[in-house]
């Protein structure tokens, strides 16, 4: 799918080809990590979000690594904006490389912990 004209380049990123499902599993097997993932399928338009849209509190540099760990394994797409990186799901090229793993991470609610806000709730 053609990127729309404008956008700053992406981060770099493993090819579609190169996504390994070990990799991307590793990457969805830390819990913060599904969440930030569940919550760009389930809350994201078609436009990249910042660290501040998903309201964690947590330590920047943790957020950082966070966020590294899903682009570098090819879950998400990132974009320089002057000072800020902004994040979505690689959906087209997971969908392509596994199909199904992305509805189930929809479909998943974590256990045991306070989820992220559902869209059009407060």
């Known amino acids: ?3 729309p004209p404008g956008l700053p380049d992406p981060l770099p990123e493993p090819a579609v080809a190169d996504l390994r499902l070990e990799t991307v599993l590793g990457a969805l097997s830390d819990p913060l990590r599904l ?18 849209w998903f309201g964690l509190d947590r330590p920047k540099s943790s ?5 590294r760990a899903l682009r570098e394994a090819g ?16 959906v087209a090229d997971l969908n392509a ?4 793993l992305l509805d189930l991470v929809a479909a998943w609610t974590p256990e045991g912990a306070p989820d992220l806000p559902e869209k059009g709730s407060s």
């Open 35 to 52: 969440r930030i993932v569940r919550k760009l399928l389930l809350e994201s338009e078609e436009f990249d979000h910042t660290c501040g």
């Open 97 to 100: 490389r596994f199909p199904g």
């Open 63 to 67: 957020l950082t690594h966070h966020f």
């Open 1 to 3: 799918m053609p990127e």
């Open 75 to 90: 879950v998400t797409r990132q974009r320089q904006y002057g000072l800020e990186r902004r994040s979505h799901v690689r």
